[in-house]
């Protein structure tokens, strides 16, 4: 993804910035714990299509 893309992305929810995973195809929300999948380049920044990430799950 575009670097100055990401820059202006922002968490849908709680308006605060993502952490892209190139390997998961995902932009992570650290404060909501919700990852957003990226499907054919299309960040899809919906709640319902975004994963809860678990406990366990480190965010970085």
Do not use: H, T
Request: glycine letters at 4%.
């Amino acid at each position: 993804m575009d670097a100055k893309f990401l820059e202006i992305l922002v968490c849908p929810l709680c308006k605060g910035p993502l952490v892209y995973r190139k390997a998961e195809q995902e932009l992570v929300c650290k404060g909501d714990r919700l990852a957003f999948p990226i499907r054919d380049g299309i960040p899809m920044m919906l709640e319902s299509e975004a994963r809860e990430l678990p406990a366990e799950e480190e965010v970085e």
